[in-house]
């Protein structure tokens, strides 16, 4: 039963424009999700998060939306860049985050061509 | 944030041997936990390393398979005993950050053979 869903295992765009990344949970007690990026052979590395009281969240040319109706939560990279070809897990916590267990998604792998 | 790293990078064992993984951060914290990616599947959270107590499992995960230790607030490690090709994954230490994000180390590789 996979609470944390990300629907599409790739996504391919070319540098400049839009890249939109999707995730989608079953679990209505999740509100605090998370965003992380892996390049292979290293661990995830923290992008951005946001909490439920928001439906928006920006850091630099990154922002995360929350649909909280619809349970749904995207990520938006814009201009994409050849360096932010990796994969992407979304993740999802209880509690404001302060539950620190996190559920993951399987990822997708985003590749942004020159 | 903080850097964690971890020992080894990569193992290939033979089943029934166990292979004990090492976790180095570079500042106290608070909360460690250990992950398991296993092929084409998220990060399960295996177990949260408690300093000076035992560790909390998730379902599923049992301590005499993932012995835990703690010694400080640097350092964790974690044992995956008795192997089997099943336990072939990646395994990840994290720690928590100073908001509710963790950060993850780099992950050991281990395939039983």
């Known amino acids: 039963d996979q609470q944390v869903k990300q629907n599409s295992p790739s996504l391919s765009v070319q540098e400049g424009r839009i890249s939109i990344l999707n995730c989608d949970y079953t679990?209505?007690?999740?509100?605090?999700f998370l965003w992380y990026k892996k390049y292979p052979a290293e661990g995830p590395t923290f992008l951005i998060s946001?909490?439920?009281?928001?439906d928006k969240n920006e850091d630099g040319r990154f922002t995360v939306f929350l649909n909280k109706s619809a349970k749904h939560l995207s990520l938006h990279i814009v201009p994409s860049q050849p360096g932010d070809s990796a994969v992407y897990f979304c993740?999802?916590?209880?509690?404001?985050?302060?539950?620190?267990?996190?559920?993951f998604g399987k990822g997708t792998l985003l590749t942004v061509n020159p | 944030s903080a850097v964690i790293s971890q020992k080894p990078s990569r193992d290939i064992c033979q089943r029934g041997t166990s292979l004990t993984i090492q976790c180095q951060v570079d500042?106290?914290?608070?909360?460690m936990f250990w992950y398991r990616q296993q092929p084409g599947q998220s990060l399960t959270l295996i177990a949260t390393?408690?300093?000076?107590?035992?560790?909390?499992?998730e379902s599923g995960f049992v301590i005499d398979k993932f012995p835990i230790s703690r010694p400080n607030l640097t350092f964790s490690t974690l044992t995956v005993s008795n192997m089997s090709p099943e336990d072939s994954s990646i395994y990840l230490c994290?720690?928590?950050?100073?908001?509710?994000?963790?950060?993850f180390g780099p992950g050991t590789r281990l395939t039983v053979t």
């Open positions: 993740a999802a916590s209880e509690g404001g985050g302060s539950n620190y267990k996190l559920t």
């Open positions: 390393a408690n300093q000076g107590s035992e560790a909390t499992y």
């Open positions: 994290s720690a928590q950050g100073q908001a509710y994000e963790q950060y």
């Open positions: 500042s106290q914290v608070t909360m």
């Open positions: 946001i909490s439920s009281i928001k």
């Open positions: 679990n209505s007690m999740f509100d605090y």
